[in-house]
């Protein structure tokens, strides 16, 4: 049902923006990659994750995303809040084609939570 559809999309942006509020100090969540020369690993990470996303390969993306990430590194929150972002705008027909849905958004967000030590009262 759409309504529901809508629902579960704005909890998921709301965990995102709460964490990004929280932690980072910022309102909304875009990872920018650097420029040039100046293309680090974790620029090359996202890149990587957001192709295997396009070609429909959610699981593999969100495995390379979790092996990689360094929980040390702010980059890597603004990473996998990005990557979640990116996965909730797209539509239950194209998660489920990638073999993904909704709730698993929301439980990959809960493990990111557990790993940079997020705590949101309530959740």
């Not at 293309?39 to 996303?53: K, P």
């Not at 489920?96 to 557990?114: A, N, P």
């Amino acid at each position: 049902m759409r309504i529901e559809f809508d629902w579960y999309m704005r909890q998921i942006q709301l965990v995102i923006v709460a964490i990004s509020q929280m932690v980072l100090g910022k309102g909304s969540i875009e990872y920018l990659s650097a420029e040039g020369d100046a293309i680090s690993h974790t620029d090359t990470l996202h890149r990587t994750v957001l192709d295997l996303v396009k070609k429909q390969e959610i699981r593999d993306a969100q495995a390379l995303m979790f092996e990689h990430l360094d929980v040390s590194d702010s980059n890597h929150l603004v990473l996998a809040l990005d990557f979640y972002q990116e996965l909730n705008q797209l539509t239950d027909d194209e998660l489920e084609s990638g073999g993904f849905s909704r709730d698993e958004i929301f439980k990959g967000l809960h493990k990111v939570m557990d790993l940079f030590s997020i705590v949101i009262p309530g959740m």
